[in-house]
């Protein structure tokens, strides 16, 4: 079992910049693929970006390309997501997730969820 708990959520205005964070416990966070995902009001959760468990290798939505960046620190068992250039449609509840396998987009994949962090980028 793995525990997520995410945190750095918030206010911002358009243009700023957040770092969100996840904290993981339970099984061996290195052994895990990881994913953020979002969901808008009266929207579906959508992929945003995700990380193979050795960080070889990044994925991002092209919402978020050029904008975005994730990234993981083994030691401390936990992931990043840098968002730079925020603009108000990146508004959200943001989730992180594990996954062990699958195709990195695909939410039935992940296995793990966390509570979700609010970000809200005001014009």
């Known amino acids: 079992q793995v525990q997520l708990v995410e945190s750095g959520g918030g206010l911002v205005q358009a243009g700023g910049s957040l770092r969100l964070s996840c904290a993981a416990s339970?099984?061996?966070?290195?052994?895990?693929?990881m994913g953020w995902f979002r969901q808008a009001p009266g929207k579906e959760r959508e992929f945003v970006a995700a990380?193979?468990?050795?960080?070889?290798?990044?994925y991002y939505a092209d919402s978020v390309k050029g904008r975005f960046s994730i990234s993981r620190d083994n030691a401390k068992n936990t992931v990043y997501l840098q968002m730079n250039s925020l603009k108000p449609e990146d508004t959200a509840v943001y989730y992180c997730?594990?996954?062990?396998?699958?195709?990195?987009?695909?939410?039935?994949?992940?296995?793990?969820w966390g509570q979700g962090t609010q970000v809200t980028v005001s014009s």
């Open positions: 990380m193979r468990w050795s960080g070889s290798s990044t």
């Open positions: 339970g099984r061996s966070f290195s052994d895990l693929d």
């Open positions: 997730a594990a996954r062990y396998s699958g195709t990195y987009y695909q939410e039935s994949v992940y296995s793990y």
